[in-house]
Structure formats: structure tokens, C-alpha cells
């Protein structure tokens, strides 16, 4: 048994993902992975059962039912399959800009249509020289009567071309450093603005990661989300919100990954018994389920702590504490996976292969594991903590 602290309600959907993921999901993993095509069918199946909904408000026609909820979804479904998962975790993170800035007329223009998975969503931060170093975008914003002007490319964004709602963020004072970042919505049919490339990658095959371009791209200025100015302080709201959301990604994986080197430690025998009974497996599969339930817990809490009201500095460090130590968990827990099942581990037929190249995206995006621990560090530093080095011998 692991920790969980959903209520019964709660548990109910929770199951019903779960089901979900066994019966319809994890049948389709390998084949999204081998085929690289985005799972439309996947998401007909999110839009049939209303499960976008769990990351929206009820008044406009989520469910209404909390953070903690939404990131075990997201869990479950990427035990099986994590392409499926990030599609979950990016439509929060592609919606999260109106739902923390938008306006009320801003809202209701596009909420109803992202919590029904009519549109998918995407979030435009990073560039081809800033990543990590967001604030040296150059993509650029200049206001023109009523439009904004968008001009400049955004590279490596999850949902290119499958969204048609894209929160792009772009400089309306190239001068001014953060100050100077403003957030936009961005429908995908706007003149101007075209997705020029996809990327082939090592995992998560089927999710989309391209190159967007905006040439004179006409926003109009009702699109703007905030105030001018207010896109860097939107960015980073946004990503301490959302970065657990790759942490419930990472876990569920590395959770797959035990289970079902577990299975496969029960069954496959050397020297006459179970490798499972082998001293030096038996480690590694515990070493793996305490790793996961460790993990488990940060992310929970997490949940817990947006479902209690707790922002600012508080979340930003626990954010962050979770999508590394999750990333970490399913990077380290998943070779381990490939390391039980020998030679069959690295063979495309087993699904550990996949679940170990698709953990490594997790320690990347969102945020390196660099950054996160930067993040922390510097919370760790602010914070006033009742201790002094003055009297300790
Ligand atoms: C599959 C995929 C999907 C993605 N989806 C999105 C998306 O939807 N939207 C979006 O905006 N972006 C997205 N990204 C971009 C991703 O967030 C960036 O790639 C990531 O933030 C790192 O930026 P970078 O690639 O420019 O690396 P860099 O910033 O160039 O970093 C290179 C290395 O240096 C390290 N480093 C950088 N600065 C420091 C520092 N100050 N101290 C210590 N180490 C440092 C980094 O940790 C990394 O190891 C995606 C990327 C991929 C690969």
C-alpha cells in the first residue's frame, strides 16, 4: 500500500483513471511510441470521460475537484504510457496563463473550449539561445492600434501544431530585461504565425516538439494577459504551478517501471530460483519502491498545499523539490528497471526500454534539474531560519 490521502470521491475518479489507463492506454504505448504520431485517439478518450476537466474550475465547466487529484491523473496514466501523460500535464501548463492572469472576458472566451479538450494548449517560453536563461528571448511584441505585432521563433514547444491555443511570451521593451517580458494568447490560426518544424527525439515520441515563427504575427490586444510588462512574473507563476505536473509524469513512470520489474523478478529464475530472491535484485527492487514512495510524498503535498490556498516563496520551493526529485527518481529507478530485466531490458519488446527513454525528458523540461536546484538553494538562503551558528560548538 502506498500513501494516499484522496478522499473517497476523490479515489473514485482516481480509479476510474487508473481503469482508463490498464484497459485503454497502455495497450496503445508501444505502438505510440514506434509510430511517433501524436495519439489523437488519446485524447478523444481524455474528451469522452471529461478528464481535462479536472485541471479547471467548475464555473467554467471543470470539475473543480483540486490539484492533488489532477496530478495523480496524471500519474496514472503515465505508469502506462508518458507520452499520454505529458498531454495531461501540458494542457495545465498551456492554460495556466489565463487561469492565473486572464481576465474575466479572457476566461470565458477560452476556458470552456480547453476544459472540453476542444483545443489543446501550449506554453511558449523557450527559445533557440535562451532556455534556461529565459529573460534573453528576443522574440518581440510592439503594439500597433490595436494589435500587437509578434515577430521573432520559439523552439522546442510541446503541442506545436496540435494546439490552437499557445501562451507566448515576447519582449514589449527588448531594453528592460524581465520587466520588458510581456504574456500572450495566441489562437493558432493568427496571420503571421506558422509552426515551422517538429523534432525527432528519444522519447516521449509521440507528444510534439516544434518551432514556432511569428513574422508581423497580428495578436490582437485584448490578448494580452496581465499588464505589459507582466510576462516574466506569468512565466515563473505558471512553471511553479506546473512543474509538479512533470513530477506526477516522472513518478508514474518510474512507478511502471518498478511494478513491472517486479513482475519480472517474480518470474524469471537463475541458479534455481526467482531473481527476485537474489540478495543483490531483491536491493535494487526496494531501493526502487522506497524511491517512489519517497517521491510520492513530496508530490502529494504539493497537491495538498495549492488545494489549502499556499503560494508564493513556499510553493516555489516545493515546486520545484518535486519535479527534481521525481525526475531524478524516474531516471535512476528506470535503468534500474532495464538492469533487472538483462538483455531483455534493452529490447524493444519489453516496455522498460521505453520507460527509461522517456524519463529523461523529465530531468529537462520545465526547468533543468539545475535550476531546480538553484531554485531551492535560493529559497533555502532567503528563508529566516530559527538557527545560528553562534553557540554551536
Ligand atoms: C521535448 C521537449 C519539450 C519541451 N517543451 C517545452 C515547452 O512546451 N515550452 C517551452 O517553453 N519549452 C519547452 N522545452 C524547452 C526546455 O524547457 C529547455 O530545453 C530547458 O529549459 C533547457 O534549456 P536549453 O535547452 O536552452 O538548455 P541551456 O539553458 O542551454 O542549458 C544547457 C545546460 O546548462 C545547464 N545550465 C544552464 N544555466 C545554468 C546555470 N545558471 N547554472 C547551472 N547550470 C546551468 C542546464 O541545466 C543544462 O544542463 C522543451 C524541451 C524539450 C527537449
Not at 481524455?46 to 465547466?61: K, Q
Not at 470565458?108 to 529565459?134: H, N
Not at 514589449?172 to 504574456?183: C, F, L, R, V
Not at 518551432?211 to 505589459?228: I, K, S, W
Request: proline share 3%.
Amino acid at each position: 500500500m502506498s500513501f494516499d490521502p484522496l478522499t473517497d470521491e476523490q479515489k473514485e475518479i482516481r480509479d476510474l483513471v487508473r481503469q482508463l489507463a490498464r484497459d485503454r492506454i497502455a495497450p496503445r504505448a508501444a505502438e505510440i511510441d514506434e509510430s511517433h504520431e501524436f495519439p489523437w485517439d488519446i485524447v478523444e478518450l481524455y474528451r469522452e470521460h471529461g478528464l481535462f476537466g479536472l485541471f479547471f474550475d467548475e464555473a467554467y465547466g471543470g470539475l473543480g475537484t483540486g490539484a492533488l487529484l489532477a496530478l495523480t491523473a496524471i500519474e496514472e496514466v503515465s505508469k502506462v504510457c508518458a507520452t499520454s501523460g505529458v498531454i495531461l500535464a501540458v494542457q495545465e501548463l498551456g492554460s495556466l496563463g489565463l487561469k492565473l492572469a486572464g481576465n474575466d472576458e479572457q476566461k470565458a472566451r477560452y476556458l470552456p473550449r480547453l476544459v472540453s479538450g476542444e483545443w489543446l494548449a501550449a506554453y511558449a517560453l523557450t527559445e533557440a539561445g535562451s532556455g534556461s536563461d529565459s529573460a534573453a528571448m528576443r522574440s518581440t511584441a510592439r503594439r500597433e492600434g490595436d494589435v500587437y505585432l509578434l515577430n521573432g521563433s520559439k523552439r522546442f514547444i510541446t503541442n506545436a501544431g496540435v494546439a490552437s491555443l499557445y501562451t507566448v511570451f515576447a519582449k514589449t521593451d527588448p531594453e528592460a530585461g524581465h520587466p520588458g517580458i510581456s504574456a500572450f494568447v495566441v489562437e493558432s490560426d493568427t496571420p503571421g504565425f506558422e509552426v515551422t518544424r517538429l523534432e525527432p527525439k528519444l522519447g516521449i515520441t509521440g507528444s510534439t516538439t516544434g518551432e514556432l515563427a511569428f513574422e508581423d504575427a497580428r495578436v490582437p490586444v485584448e490578448n494580452l494577459l496581465g499588464e505589459q510588462g507582466d510576462g516574466f512574473k506569468i512565466a515563473m507563476r505558471i512553471l511553479d504551478r506546473s512543474r509538479p505536473g512533470i513530477g506526477a509524469q516522472a513518478l508514474g513512470i518510474a512507478q511502471g517501471a518498478t511494478d513491472y520489474a517486479l513482475e519480472y523478478a517474480k518470474s524469471r529464475e537463475t541458479m534455481g530460483k526467482p531473481i527476485a530472491e537474489h540478495q543483490l535484485i531483491a536491493a535494487k527492487l526496494a531501493d526502487m519502491e522506497t524511491a517512489c514512495e519517497a517521491a510520492r510524498g513530496l508530490l502529494y503535498r504539493f497537491g495538498e498545499m495549492v488545494d489549502a490556498g499556499v503560494d508564493g516563496a513556499d510553493l516555489t520551493k516545493a515546486s520545484a523539490q518535486v519535479k527534481l526529485f521525481c525526475s531524478d527518481t524516474a531516471m535512476w529507478v528506470t535503468t534500474e528497471a532495464v538492469q533487472i530485466l538483462g538483455g531483455y531490458g534493452y529490447i524493444k519488446e519489453y516496455p522498460v526500454e521505453r520507460m527509461m527513454r522517456d524519463a529523461k525528458i523529465t530531468q529537462i523540461y520545465e526547468g533543468t534539474n539545475e535550476i531546480q536546484r538553484l531554485v531551492i538553494a535560493r529559497e533555502m538562503v532567503r528563508e529566516n531560519r530559527a538557527f545560528s551558528l553562534a553557540g554551536v560548538a
